[in-house]
Nanobody, 120 residues
Framework: QVQLVESGGGLVQPGGSLRLSCAASGSIFRIIEMGWYRQAPGKQRELVAS???????NAADDVKGRFTISRANAANTVYLQIDSLKSGDTGVYYC??????????????WGQGTQVTVSS
């Protein structure tokens, strides 16, 4: 099994910044991709940004230019730098990893989520 632990959420004013971190541990043979998802109140969980093992990134249109995803491969850690926060960014942010736990078996794993609240 792979465990993901997020940190860095909190209450921030509009226009502010946060940096979220997610550390993966456990039976990790190889991580294929890691990403961040957001679930706003009353809405479905949606992809915010992802990064693959080669460093290629993908981001939702409404966060491009404001959110930056990065990864420390050696530490199996992914970061999300969030700038110019808006009230619409409020929600629970979940870390996700697609990883092989051995040479043959892979799965999708989720963290417990960290709350981000943007309010004045």
């Amino acid at each position: 099994q792979v465990q993901l632990v997020e940190s860095g959420g909190g209450l921030v004013q509009p226009g502010g910044s946060l940096r979220l971190s997610c550390a993966a541990s456990g039976s990790i043979f190889r991580i294929i991709e890691m990403g961040w998802y957001r679930q706003a109140p009353g809405k479905q969980r949606e992809l915010v940004a992802s990064i693959n093992a080669g460093g290629g990134t993908n981001a939702a249109d409404d966060v491009k230019g404001r959110f930056t995803i990065s990864r420390a491969n050696a530490a199996n850690t992914v970061y999300l730098q969030i700038d110019s926060l808006k009230s619409g960014d409020t929600g629970v942010y979940y870390c996700q990893a697609r990883a092989y736990s051995d040479p043959k078996n892979w799965g999708d794993y989720w963290g417990q989520g960290t709350q981000v609240t943007v309010s004045s």
